[in-house]
């Protein structure tokens, strides 16, 4: 069983700078995590149905374990990835945690 960090990204005011700043900072800090398997970005456009979607951009951070992530996100490189999250994420962020099983 592996788990999985899911980070949501409300659309920026800016989505030139967003990117930029996301690519260029933000993902080479979190890529640092121990532990981290996987992360995949997805973008625009973003579906929801009938209604358009509320998220820019999608990450998926994968894991080992629930365990590995949570050691992960309590290390000196999680807490430097979520600290860094208020300097590009102002329009919002939701972040979800969760244990996969491939069926």
Do not use: W
Not at 55 to 69: K, N, P, Q, V, W
Not at 80 to 98: R, Y
């Amino acid at each position: 069983m592996a788990a999985q960090l899911m980070v949501l990204y409300a659309p920026p005011a800016d989505p030139a700078a967003f990117d930029a700043y996301y690519l260029g900072t933000h993902v080479p800090i979190a890529k640092r995590m121990p532990g981290l398997r996987s992360y995949t970005i997805n973008k625009g456009p973003i579906s929801g149905g009938a209604a358009a979607s509320p998220y820019y951009l999608i990450a998926i951070l994968e894991f080992d374990s629930i365990a590995a992530l949570g050691a992960a996100a309590a290390s000196p490189e999680g807490q430097a990835a979520s600290a860094d999250v208020p300097n590009f994420g102002m329009a919002g962020v939701t972040v979800l945690t969760f244990e996969t099983t491939t069926v």
